[in-house]
């Protein structure tokens, strides 16, 4: 069986409340060895770092854009100071979910950013990748990857990618590998399919954003919804489906994509590596 790493899976979610356990076995049963599970505030720190250590899985610990609303300073004070205190835990493997949106409206720009700036500065001060949120916001993104770099490219993966091909190739520069999900399995998303059809293989992992970004099975238009079906929810067991859409658009065969996707996740985040041996019954690397 192929194997995949959902390197993006909201699995504290209240959408999957007392399921998430079952979820999560039904994902596992087919091939979804780890979810990375992203914080998106100091108020869920807690939660996704029990989580992932409960069902096996990785964390995040960052500052979400869509909750610098309500943020204050001192989170950022705290974020620091979790990420000291849990250098040495394995499960912890990235800083995100961070990043900035200019899809909603009514953030706070200058804040976004200057939570996004200090974040990817946090990351480069505790030696992590990052997780970045990018809706509506690449070159801004960019931007400030270019100002934190150190003269060092980035490990991390820019989420649910949705920009040009120049933009693609930019992020791909900085080190940033490129998350797709649901998004690419609707027949409309034409630059999207380009981009999974034609990037490099090796810039590429899967995630769901669960449960998020449903594909495009599981999703309900408002008309839909308006005559009484229910939105469907995404789970991480939809990933290796979403997997047979990318690799048809490529042209080569889930496991090479499987192999390739996975690959590319230990890359960004290299700490999965040993939590992977340990899912598989494999001694870690040393």
Known sequence: MAVFIDTHCHLDAPEFGAEMPLIRARAAARGVA?????????F????????????????????????TGDAREADLETLDAELAARRDDPRLVAVGEIGLDYFVEG?????QQHFFHT??????????????????????????????????????????????EQQAKACIELGLKLGFGGA???????QLRRLAATLPLDAMV????????????????QAQRAAGEPQGRNEPGELPRIAEVVAQLR???????????????LAAMPRLESLLAVSEGRPPPA
């Open 34 to 42: 780890l979810c990375v599970i992203p914080a998106v505030g100091v």
């Open 44 to 67: 869920n720190f807690e939660a996704v770092r029990a989580l992932a250590e409960a069902q096996g899985d990785a964390y995040a610990l960052g500052i979400h854009p869509l909750c």
């Open 107 to 111: 953030l706070d720009s200058d804040k």
């Open 119 to 164: 974040q990817l500065q946090l990351a480069r001060k505790h030696g992590l990748p990052v997780l970045i949120h990018v809706r509506r916001s690449v070159d801004k993104v960019l931007k400030h990857l270019r100002q934190t770099a150190g003269g060092r490219p980035w490990q991390g993966i820019a989420h649910a990618f949705n920009g040009s």
């Open 184 to 190: 690419v399995t609707f027949e409309r998303a034409l």
């Open 206 to 221: 899967m995630e769901t954003d669960a449960p998020d970004i449903q594909p495009h099975w599981i999703y309900r238009t």
């Open 251 to 265: 042209g080569i065969g889930v496991d090479e994509l499987a192999d390739g996707t996975t690959r590319n996740a």
